[in-house]
């Protein structure tokens, strides 16, 4: 690929881990900055989709529906807040996660499986590990990114609370990433033509976005359903945005949620990891 950070002659196979030639932490920037470099060519079309699809989520759920909402008097099992001041945290933090996890799937099954980018880097000083890492930081590039323009078209619908509402943003990057490690394992180990993501889509992705506490409040679910709704990450993802933005919660109670998104991340990293060396090592 012309202009690739691979078509170095010097990288076309594998040296000694101490070689001067490659730095031995270089790797996963490398591997982060070939998969930038592919982002580009579509960098306007995902850019304008980070700005559109708030808007318009905003406009039809926060503002259309929620003068609806808030018309009813339905403003007290929300804590006295708008609709729209409840639900726009929690729309920023499940696009990250969207985002995340459609990166985690079948682009990266892709790059195993049909295009073998994977196989190429690893035959360069490049380790499974520092492939993996690559991914991960492409993870956070893009959630952070999409985080960000969804933050500030929050902030212009004046559903950004306080100053330290921007604090959503990597509360959205955290939880999309302690989602996307998992969907990044499954990406590794598959062996076949990537019909599970289709299952994680449709059983595990919709029903977290649509009982995750994003449209109303959890307290409304049934007792016997409402601890899947403890376990979703977007759940504790969402009690963090509302509590930066003021709306609900307090920043005590958001430790245990943040200890429990970190801990999924972490764990997530170090499998994904050892994932990609199995595959990769031959």
């Not at 993501?197 to 359903?225: C, D, E, H, K, Y």
């Amino acid at each position: 690929m012309s202009g690739s950070p691979f078509t170095d002659p010097s990288l076309t196979a594998r040296s000694d881990p101490g070689d001067p030639r490659f730095p031995a932490d270089r790797g996963a920037l490398l591997v982060w900055e070939y998969l930038i470099r592919g982002w580009r060519r579509y960098l306007l079309s995902s850019t304008a989709e980070a700005v559109g699809a708030p808007l318009l989520y905003l406009l039809a759920m926060g503002v259309g529906l929620g003068t609806l909402v808030d018309r009813g008097g339905r403003t007290a099992a929300l804590q006295g807040v708008s609709y729209l001041q409840f639900i726009a945290p929690a729309l920023l933090v499940a696009a990250a996660v969207q985002t995340g996890m459609n990166e985690a799937s079948y682009p990266t099954f892709a790059r195993f499986k049909w295009q073998r980018i994977f196989w190429g880097i690893s035959a360069t000083p490049i380790t499974p590990r520092q492939i993996a890492d690559g991914q991960l930081l492409y993870y956070l590039t893009r959630m952070a990114t999409g985080s960000a323009l969804y933050y500030l078209v929050v902030a212009a619908f004046g559903a950004a609370g306080r100053p330290l509402g921007v604090v959503m943003i990597a509360v959205g990057t955290l939880t999309g990433l302690s989602c996307a490690v998992w969907v990044m394992v499954v990406s590794a180990t598959l062996r076949g033509e990537g019909g599970a993501f289709n299952v994680i889509f449709r059983f595990v992705l919709i029903p977290m976005t649509l009982f995750s506490g994003s449209f109303f409040p959890i307290a409304q679910l049934p007792l016997v359903v409402r601890w899947l709704a403890w376990l979703s990450p977007l759940w504790h993802g969402n009690q963090l945005a509302r509590a930066a933005t003021g709306t609900h919660g307090d920043w005590p109670s958001s430790f245990g949620h943040l200890a429990y998104l970190a801990a999924l991340a972490v764990v997530g990293v170090a499998v994904a990891r050892r994932r990609f060396e199995k595959r990769l090592v031959v």
